[in-house]
Each structure stands twice: as structure tokens, then as C-alpha cells.
Nanobody, 128 residues
Framework: EVRLVESGGGQVQARGSLRLSCVAS????????IGWFRQAPGKEREGVSC????????YYRDSVKGRFTISKDSARQTVFLQMNNLRPEDAAVYYC?????????????????????WGRGTRVAVSS
């Protein structure tokens, strides 16, 4: 059984930081592109950042560039999202997703290719 389990969400003030983790099990880590996505109340889910499985290149949506950093620990099958200088508009439930079919990471980030597996999410709240 494939499982993606997110953790690390919480309540922070604007300009604060959080580090999210996504632990994957039941899959071969190297066979998937792993990304972070978020969904705010009343809005559609959107891509935040993803990692290319082939070379580890990172991709970000424009609004988080320079503030968020995605990384991985392959030995622990864990993907991280370091979020700095958080803004109220970053508040959402954050999900990690895993894509099996090799594809353009931009397509994953834009959700043109939807992940095969999703975690249950971790909530991030940012107060101004």
C-alpha cells in the first residue's frame, strides 16, 4: 500500500517559517516525481514545488520563489518543504503528491498531470 504522510504544519505569524515533511512508503522513491501542492478554502488545489526524479532539479510557482525550498532525503524516502517569510496568502492545506509516469515537471507543478498518490495534507495557518 502506497502512503504519503505529511507533517510539520501549524500556525505561524507572517514572516515566520515552517518545515514540512512528506514520508513515502510502499513505493520505490526513485520511480516517482514528488511535489508539494496546496489548497486554500474556496480555491482550487495548486502546485507549489516539485522535484525532477532524473536529476533533482527543483521547480517552484512564482509566488514562492526565493522563500520556499524543496529537498529530499532519499535514504529516508522523505521530501521536505522549507517555507520562510510566510505570508497570509500562503495559508492552506499542503499536500504531497507522487507521479509515476515520467513527465515534464512543469506539467506536474501546473497539475496538468495529476499525481497518482496523495497524502492527507497538513494545515498551514499564517496570521498577519
Amino acid at each position: 500500500e502506497v502512503r504519503l504522510v505529511e507533517s510539520g504544519g501549524g500556525q505561524v505569524q507572517a514572516r515566520g517559517s515552517l518545515r514540512l515533511s512528506c514520508v513515502a512508503s510502499g513505493l520505490v522513491f526513485y520511480d516517482y516525481d514528488i511535489g508539494w501542492f496546496r489548497q486554500a478554502p474556496g480555491k482550487e488545489r495548486e502546485g507549489v514545488s516539485c522535484l525532477d526524479r532524473s536529476d533533482g532539479t527543483t521547480y517552484y510557482r512564482d509566488s514562492v520563489k526565493g522563500r520556499f525550498t524543496i529537498s529530499k532525503d532519499s535514504a529516508r524516502q522523505t521530501v521536505f518543504l522549507q517555507m520562510n517569510n510566510l505570508r497570509p496568502e500562503d495559508a492552506a492545506v499542503y499536500y504531497c503528491g507522487a507521479v509515476a509516469r515520467p513527465t515534464n515537471p512543469w506539467a506536474v507543478l501546473r497539475l496538468w498531470v495529476r499525481p497518482d498518490y496523495w497524502g492527507r495534507g497538513t494545515r498551514v495557518a499564517v496570521s498577519s
